[in-house]
């Protein structure tokens, strides 16, 4: 099928039906549509609704469970350790930046790890949670591994999503999500699907090399680190404040959330996240932080621009600019999204679909 145009809220009311037919309480798959689709809005469809019919196919075969809750576990004055328990994973995140938030109220700063927990979306999300708080927030996970490291062959490191978000006064918050990688391993797969290449620095091929033929992956082949020795150093970054100081799986441990994925470990994912959030009025007065970061953002903005280029971008404005036209005038969703949405649809037994088919 190719593109098809959804409104926001007609698409979460598809993916809380969806949700609850899977067996989800009312609550929880309202907070995760809302996640899901406000990724949509921005425009990062790798990682909004397109994910959710491969996540619920965790449920029915115990990998993840509509009953359990998450449980802090130990906690100290800026920290604590969540347990998620296999829940649904965006709700134990979103409960994790409340808590880190909750801290940072208190002492200036909170740190919350989580175990026993599963893919939570796009990271940034939930470092703009902070943000809309007056917080610095940072979020991140390991994942299983997909990425080469400089020198290596074959998979040694996830792709290790980290996200920022900074409060910008009257502005929208600036934020940043990335994978650690060249490319998210979606966004490989997408590419194979649809069968297309990709560009070359992203992925190397079984024995190393560079490749930008798809297919092979993620049977074979590996992604490369973002530039190099660069995006190597903060994949492992990565995995030490969200994996190893919280005791979640690590590295080749690590299970993908996907069911069924080539050489997957046996169990369910037990991903370590990592949830930071830091008073940004905390050595300043908030209301001096509003006014340096909004200097900061007009003299960036004051750049002079290179031929070809209408204005300068801040980190997240894309994305908000996205979302504002979204709300206003729909989204146009991508031929993959719209696959996955049709299975779902018939994996469920919903009858009409949320978007309107606008090519053939």
Not at 25 to 44: F, K, M, P
Not at 131 to 148: K, R, T
Not at 237 to 250: F, K, R, T
Request: aromatic share 6%.
């Amino acid at each position: 099928m190719g593109s098809a145009k959804t409104f926001p809220q007609e698409l979460e009311l598809f993916a809380i039906e969806a949700m609850r037919r899977y067996g989800l309480r009312e609550d929880d798959a309202r907070l995760s549509a809302h996640i899901l689709v406000l990724t949509d809005t921005w425009g990062v469809h790798t990682h909004g609704t397109r994910q959710l019919r491969p996540l619920l196919k965790n449920f029915p075969i115990g990998r993840l469970s509509a009953e359990a809750n998450a449980e802090v576990v130990r906690e100290g004055g800026a920290w604590a350790l969540m347990d998620g328990h296999h829940s649904v994973p965006f709700v134990t995140a979103h409960r994790a930046m409340e808590l880190a938030i909750q801290k940072a109220k208190t002492v200036g700063l909170g740190y919350v790890g989580v175990i026993h927990t599963s893919h939570f979306g796009a990271a940034g999300y939930y470092a703009t949670m902070a943000a809309e708080q007056g917080m610095i927030g940072l979020a991140m996970c390991n994942a299983d591994p997909n990425m080469v490291v400089p020198g290596g062959r074959g998979k040694v490191l996830g792709t290790n999503p980290i996200a920022y978000a900074v409060p910008n006064g009257k502005n929208k918050p600036v934020f940043l999500d990335i994978a650690t990688s060249a490319a998210a391993a979606n966004k490989i797969i997408r590419a194979k699907l649809l069968g297309q290449s990709i560009p070359e620095g992203w992925l190397v091929d079984a024995e190393g090399k560079p490749t930008t033929d798809p297919s092979g992956f993620p049977e074979s082949g590996a992604l490369m680190p973002m530039a190099a020795h660069k995006g190597y150093g903060f994949a492992l970054l990565v995995e030490v404040l969200s994996g190893v100081i919280s005791g979640a799986a690590l590295t080749r441990e690590q299970p993908s959330w996907i069911p069924n994925m080539p050489n997957n470990p046996p169990g369910p994912a037990n991903q370590g996240q990592a949830f930071i959030a830091i008073d940004a009025g905390m050595m300043l007065s908030p209301e001096e932080f509003a006014g340096r970061m909004e200097w900061l953002s007009d003299y960036i903005h004051a750049t002079p621009t290179a031929a070809g280029t209408d204005r300068i971008y801040l980190p997240g404005e894309i994305e908000w600019d996205k979302r504002e036209k979204a709300l206003q005038e729909g989204m146009i969703l991508p031929p993959d999204v719209v696959d996955s949405l049709t299975g779902l649809a018939q994996d469920v037994g919903i009858d009409k679909l949320p978007f309107v088919a606008i090519d053939g």
